[in-house]
């Protein structure tokens, strides 16, 4: 059964860095993507970042939104089954909840990758506001 934890979430001035973490359990030997979407109130849930992992993965395969790109990094501690995402140079606009996702997949078309509907387990969500 895979278990997704969120944590690391905060309130923030704009500018300020926070780096989120998702514990995961259930997918350790097997081929899988893992993701951090957001949703702001209102807005539909978007893809931040995602990270293809598997048992021959060195972890290289990243994907990144736009609005992201040179700001957010994603990373994985495959030691600690944990999906971290470091959030620098924040800006109010990054304000929304944040989710971690996975999917088991051996590849998934990049265009696919960012969609929050190719991905059948989240968790519960952790908090980011960016004040002005």
């Known amino acids: 059964q895979v278990q997704l934890v969120e944590s690391g979430g905060g309130s923030v001035q704009a500018g300020g860095s926070l780096r989120l973490s998702c514990s995961a359990s259930?997918?350790?030997?097997?081929?899988?993507?893992m993701g951090w979407f957001r949703q702001a109130p209102g807005k539909e849930r978007e893809g931040v970042a995602t990270?293809?992992?598997?048992?021959?993965?060195?972890?290289?395969?990243?994907d990144y939104a736009d609005s992201v790109k040179g700001r957010f990094t994603i990373s994985q501690d495959y030691a600690k089954n944990t999906l971290y995402l470091q959030m620098n140079t924040l800006k109010p606009e990054d304000t929304a909840m944040y989710y971690c996702?996975?999917?088991?997949?051996?590849?998934?078309?990049?265009?696919?990758?960012?969609?929050?509907?190719?991905?059948?387990?989240w968790g519960q969500g952790t908090q980011v506001t960016v004040s002005s």
């Open positions: 990270m293809y992992s598997g048992i021959y993965s060195t972890g290289g395969i990243t």
């Open positions: 259930g997918l350790s030997d097997s081929n899988y993507y």
């Open positions: 996702a996975a999917q088991f997949a051996s590849y998934m078309p990049p265009l696919r990758r960012l969609l929050s509907m190719a991905y059948k387990y």
